[in-house]
T-cell receptor, first 112, second 113 residues
Framework: EADIYQTPRYLVIGTGKKITLECSQT?????MYWYQQDPGMELHLIHY???????EKGDLSSESTVSRIRTEHFPLTLESARPSHTSQYLC???????????FGSGTRLTVV | QQQVKQSPQSLIVQKGGISIINCAYE??????FPWYQQFPGKGPALLIA?????SEKKEGRFTISFNKSAKQFSLHIMDSQPGDSATYFC????????????FGRGTSLIVHP
């Protein structure tokens, strides 16, 4: 079944640790996105990609980085996690020209 | 500058009542207006969507009303159920742009039994 997968679902880590949040989709979508969301709150676009080797910063400044080496994979990395990074991170994907926008279930990150 | 303004921020409705969430936009290039429903611990999922060439679209208990001249659209949930309790986001897309949606800030809906 075509879908978008995020791992881990929950993560608690210590300050200063490096982490990578994984996102993979099996729909063959060219575009992928990362959003940051506090519980039940506004969606903030932090990174997006139009395709392989394409990455762009979103509306919200973020200390994270992304890469897009394969169409289906769009990982997000925090080099040194801080408590201010505590949030939910949602990955999404869409076709190049189209309105179909599919979200993953998110990674709930807590930095202690 | 927020291009899609959503209200109210939170809404409490009794079971069987009508829930109404409103959105207003500024960019006249927007040409697709979806609503997303998000349950706790999940990502938003497409609920219903409308294009500006129609004034209303209905799917079961969910209806979008669209007013192009006022640049407003709203979600109506008829016969609201406790299972409808979720956060709802409106959004707007432009086919002439990047196809990246502009989201409203979300409405937390609670339906009391």
């Amino acid at each position: 079944e075509a879908d978008i997968y995020q791992t881990p679902r929950y993560l608690v880590i210590g300050t200063g640790k490096k982490i990578t949040l994984e996102c993979s989709q099996t729909m063959g979508h060219d575009k992928m996105y990362w959003y940051q969301q506090d519980p039940g709150m506004e969606l903030h676009l932090i990174h997006y990609s139009y395709g392989v080797n394409s990455t762009e910063k979103g509306d919200l400044s973020s200390e994270s980085t992304v890469s897009r080496i394969r169409t289906e994979h769009f990982p997000l990395t925090l080099e040194s996690a801080r408590p201010s990074h505590t949030s939910q991170y949602l990955c999404a994907s869409s076709a190049s020209r189209g309105y179909g926008y599919t979200f993953g279930s998110g990674t709930r990150l807590t930095v202690v | 500058q927020q291009q899609v303004k959503q209200s109210p921020q939170s809404l409490i409705v009794q079971k069987g009542g009508i829930s109404i969430i409103n959105c207003a936009y500024e960019n006249t290039a927007f040409d697709y207006f979806p609503w997303y429903q998000q349950f706790p611990g999940k990502g938003p999922a497409l609920l219903i969507a409308i294009r500006p060439d129609v004034s209303e679209k209905k799917e079961g208990r969910f209806t979008i009303s669209f007013n192009k001249s006022a640049k407003q659209f709203s979600l109506h949930i008829m016969d609201s159920q406790p299972g409808d309790s979720a956060t709802y986001f409106c959004a707007a897309f432009s086919s002439g742009g990047s196809y990246i949606p502009t989201f409203g800030r979300g409405t937390s809906l609670i339906v009391h039994p």
